[in-house]
């Protein structure tokens, strides 16, 4: 599947070839919208294959290593989310999130869609982030706190979901819910499960990035911030 070819480009980097094969792959798989479709296939069995916005979100980070422009491909995410019906705060943390792992080879395109999309994820349209699972909330946390140190931002909105996500954390220092799954498209829903050990791994990452806010904090470069019980609980 295209998901799976563009998480394995992000992981292992181009190919010794310069990603020949994978750019015929992947021309194969565009649509005249300049989406990419989920499987894998010959052009003459295209009609019946998805589109998932997840997927081309992952591969606004792979195009440029193998030298195809970026531009069509993110008007096109950019057209699709705009036409996407009222959708749970979820499925905005996920797409940003796939966002964030595009964004350090996607360039310009793949930032300015992570930050389109957290747009949709302000404190005041997200609601209370305790009503998010573990999956939502770590991701969100992870995105939202790069964003912060892009910005120079303090950022102490972060810091209810960083209590949230450590009020969650099991007796042996695991988080349980599912994995960050693919995106669906046409009412795009999160619609995979994954362990465990893939959640943890994700809450660990959020938390990872926050300590970064904590140590700009205390060093005056993300702005003043009041002392926060999250932060006290995280440096223990």
Wanted: hydrophobic share 45%; net charge negative; glycine share 12%.
């Amino acid at each position: 599947t295209v998901d799976a070819l563009a998480m394995g480009s992000l992981l292992l980097g181009p190919e010794p070839d310069g990603g020949a094969e994978l750019r015929s792959i992947l021309r194969a798989q565009q649509t005249p919208r300049g989406l990419y479709r989920h499987g894998l296939g010959p052009p003459g069995a295209a009609a019946g294959r998805r589109v998932l916005v997840g997927d081309n979100v992952l591969l606004l980070g792979v195009l440029p290593a193998l030298g195809m422009d970026t531009t069509e491909l993110a008007a096109a995410i950019r057209s699709e989310l705009d036409e996407v019906p009222p959708a749970p705060p979820k499925t905005w943390i996920v797409l940003a999130y796939l966002g964030s792992l595009a964004a350090p080879t996607g360039g310009a395109e793949a930032h300015a869609l992570v930050a389109r999309l957290l747009d949709r994820l302000e404190p005041s349209r997200l609601g209370p982030v305790a009503a998010l699972d573990d999956v939502a909330l770590s991701a969100y946390l992870r995105v939202r706190a790069d964003q912060c140190l892009r910005d120079a931002d303090a950022c102490n909105d972060v810091n209810a979901a960083v209590a949230a996500l450590l009020g969650r954390r099991q007796g042996d220092g695991s988080w349980l819910a599912p994995a960050v799954a693919a995106v669906e498209g046409g009412g795009i829903e999160p619609s995979s499960t994954g362990s465990a050990v893939e959640t943890t791994a994700l809450a660990l990452d959020g938390l990872a990035t926050y300590r970064r806010i904590l140590d700009g904090r205390a060093k005056g470069m993300l702005g003043a911030s009041p002392a926060d019980a999250a932060g006290a609980v995280l440096r223990r």
